[in-house]
């Protein structure tokens, strides 16, 4: 009869090898319809059908038997379709030997487990049960003598169990050959070992966790069903007697194990212990590992632990551990103050306030570590600032103190010239006006504001890029993280820096102001008000700084101001700088002026009054360069460096730099007036000299060597006239070139009193030389009691006319000889005075007779004609007027006894009258 299913077909199963007991899954075609169609299920020849569970057709699950073949099929066997066959086998492993004292999930066998005869370890006590080889490597046994290890280690023991245990004598006998790299190995394996038991017995119920459940389920349902199935011929419960033998078991095997297990507990309790301590030894040798590490500096070390600490117990209830952690926060405390203090200690660096910022961000500080580092490093740049301000205005008193020193009477005048020097690099040199003796004194006597101002800005522009720096990295939050990690930290420092950017902002203007003000102290004490001036001030002002010095603090002040500009701190925080920087170049043009003027005015000690060919001295020279020398020493002062305003944008500083620039033109025109009005005794000629290009010069005024006032006044009027026409000039356009204001005014002020001033001197010296000549005429025309009624005939002219010839004569050499430009305006105005007294003369005649007549009008022709080429219109009207005065001529024989009169005249005193001809006066002056 045929079937009407397929046999069972197992194409799969699950795991395909294990020992026994290892629960399997099977796969396959036609394995059943139910769990009553499943009739037979073997592995490897072993009946498993007890532990089947059919699924389905095409699954079954069940458990692996003690089979006796290493290797077989599973097959299947169904009602439906009888026995099957299978495409997959599966491989039975031999399980490890499970000692006396191992734990185990399933129930071993003793009886045929043990066999006393063939393992002859397992007849020796329990306690002497260990492995054979503990470090897993190969034992080579070595060859020292028993006795010589007894006497090495006395009273030890190589035995591992021995409480004498000693792991030395244990090498030396078992693995005295082994090398390095087999040890290391051997204590690979004894750690695994104590690994695997220290998971316990927790590892051995994980492991057979199924089969602990499938027992209780078991024993449930036995238990269900033997009270189901009780009878009364059983007392009690069925289950009773079962429970009396397994306390009976219990207790005896309690007697037998209960030494072994007492000391097994103890063992577990002593390794639990060290298990503990070793375990939590990180928390234990805390308190002292961070004291050692703040010792060492190792800040990094200390607060990784503290993290860590703290994330494993910063919330433990456990009180040992409780106990540890606060003393872990007592020193961690001791650590926020001191890294704290560190933190505000000064100096500092900018990379240790850094990392003492993040240290304290890391140890989570109360308060803002790097506000208040802020705060600190604020009050220490105002405290230096103060400081250096108090140790030099200290210095300077004392220097002063010592220079006042009868042992130490220097030159008093140690204010350098606006021509000086300030360098070596920036010297000016007028003459001989500066000695280097002179020089060197003064840069020995450097002012103590000088330096201090350099002291004060180098202070400061090395201290403020720290402190803007910090305040920098406090603002984007690079303080706390240098890789921005914690965002959480560097919010919240970008929002405390934007609640103080105001705080910040004053403490920048402060140092400032501080800067500033301390520098005004020094240098400009007025600009200060009385309070300001106590706290900025206290220096020793005797003499104010010259220009030189003032040029070269405002060169000092700028670098500054361009070395803090380089920071990027914003502008309107330095403009103050910039106002002080202003105000500084204001006071130097205003010094510089001031003492150009005194320079100017002690020019007169300087005249030598040498004479070149155009008549000059070296007076308006050294004058024009005295200006230019001091507009050079300003230059930089009225150059206009990036972001400052020009000197003379204030109404009020443009008159008052035109005013002194006034004051110095007019100071050296009084200079001109002193030496030109000196009395004779008050002038030093001892240094006289000539022009040896003028071999003319002074004519016996060179074998005196002397100058008479009138010679002094021409060579004055000759200066007066080049510095009006050239000097003046030149001046202006150098205030021009470098940006005066007002030039026009302060040129046309300087010349109205330099005219004045040569309108003087030249009306002084016609007093002087016309006077006289004048004075003559009158007693020489009525000399021997001449009268113009009745006079012989006329037989030339007169002797009074030509002394005053010689007189004029005389007065044209002295005028040549010193400025041939002057002889013009002179002699012209000489002319003018005798023609006019000539003509007065003539008019206060009452009457005159033919011979009178012709004598006055031969002497009045022959002094018109000998003068022709310097007569005015003025002097012409006197001589036309004179002439009017007298009679006219008739007759013909008159006019030509005048007209040889004159030619005699003329003749006889050729040589005489050769300076009134205008070619010989042209020769002269080729």
Known sequence: MSRARQPPLVTGISPNEGISWTKVTIRGENLGTGPTDLIGLTICGHNCLLTAEWMSASKIVCRVGQAKNDKGDIIVTTKSGGKGTSTVSFKLLKPEKIGILDQSAVWVDEMNYYDMRTDRNKGIPPLSLRPANPLGIEIDKGRFPQKDLESLFPGMSADFTSENFSAAWYLIENHSTTSFDQLKTAVVNLKKQANKKNEGSLAYVKGGLSTFFEAQDALSAIHQKLEADGTEKVEGSMTQKLENVLNRASNTADTLFQEVLGRKDKADSTRNALNVLQRFKFLFNLPLNIERNIQKGDYDVVINDYEKAKSLFGKTEVQVFKKYYAEVETRIEAL????????????????????????????????????????????????????????????????????????????????????????????????????????????????????????????????????????????????????????????????????????????????????????????????????????????????????????????????????????????????????????????????????????????????????????????????????????????????????????????????????????????????????????????????????????????????????????????????????????????????????????????????????????????????????????????????????????????GVRNYLKEALVNIIAVHAEVFTISKDLVPRVMSRVVEAVSEELSRLMQCVSSFSKNGALQAKLEICALRDTVAIYLTPESKSSFKQALEALPQLSSGTDRKLLEELLNKFKSSMHLQLTCFQASSSAMMKT
């Open 336 to 795: 926020r103050e001191l890294l704290l203090d560190k933190l505000l200690e000064t100096p500092s660096t900018l990379h240790d306030q850094k990392r003492y910022i993040r240290y304290l961000s890391d140890l989570h500080a109360p308060g803002d570590p790097a506000w208040q580092c802020i705060g600190a490093q604020h009050q220490w740049i105002l405290q230096l600032m103060h400081n250096c301000k108090e140790s030099y205005v200290k210095e300077q008193k004392g220097r002063n103190a010592l220079l006042h020193s009868p042992m130490l009477d220097l030159d008093s005048d140690v204010r350098p010239s606006p021509i000086g020097h300030l360098s070596q690099t920036a010297s000016l040199k007028r003459g001989s006006s500066f000695q280097s003796g002179r020089d060197d004194a003064w840069r020995y006597k450097a002012p103590q504001q000088v330096v201090f101002v350099e002291k004060l800005t180098k202070l400061v522009v090395s201290q403020l890029p720290n402190f803007w720096k910090l305040w920098i990295s406090y603002v984007n939050g690079s303080l706390f993280s240098e890789t921005a990690e914690k965002s959480g930290q560097m919010e919240r420092s970008k929002k405390n820096a934007r609640q103080r950017q105001n705080d910040f902002k004053k403490m920048i203007q402060e140092v400032m102001h501080s800067l500033v003000k301390l520098i005004r102290g020094a240098l400009l004490p007025f600009s200060l008000r009385e309070g300001e001036l106590r706290q900025y001030g206290g220096w020793e002002m005797k003499s104010e700084l010259s220009g030189q010095w003032l040029t070269h603090v405002i060169q000092t002040v700028r670098l500054s101001s361009e070395s803090l500009t380089a920071l990027e701190i914003p502008n309107d925080m330095l403009q103050i700088i910039q106002d002080l920087i202003l105000d500084l170049r204001i006071r130097c043009i205003i010094v510089t002026l001031q003492h150009t003027a005194e320079d100017t005015k002690r020019l007169a000690e300087k005249e030598d009054w040498v004479v070149d060919n155009e008549g000059l001295t070296s007076l308006p020279s050294q004058f024009e360069q005295c200006i230019i020398h001091s507009l050079q020493s300003l230059k930089t002062v009225l150059d206009c460096k990036p972001g400052e305003a020009s000197v003379f944008q204030q109404q009020k500083t443009q008159e008052d730099v035109c005013q002194l620039s006034i004051g110095i033109m007019q100071g050296f025109i009084d200079c001109l007036e002193q030496l030109s009005t000196k009395p004779d005794g008050d002038i030093d000629t001892s240094h006289l000299s000539v022009d040896v290009s003028s071999p003319d010069l002074f004519g016996s005024i060179n074998e005196e060597s002397s100058l008479s006032s009138e010679q002094r006044l021409l060579i004055a009027l000759s200066n007066c006239r080049y510095l009006e026409r050239h000097t003046f000039l030149n001046i202006a356009e150098h205030f021009e070139k470098h940006g005066f204001q007002g030039v026009d005014k302060i040129t046309q002020v300087s010349m109205e009193s330099l005219k004045e001033l040569d309108q003087r001197l030249f009306e002084m010296y016609i007093e002087f030389k016309a006077d006289p000549i004048v004075g003559s005429l009158e007693p020489g025309i009525y000399a021997g009691y001449f009268d113009w009624k009745d006079c012989l005939v006329p037989t």
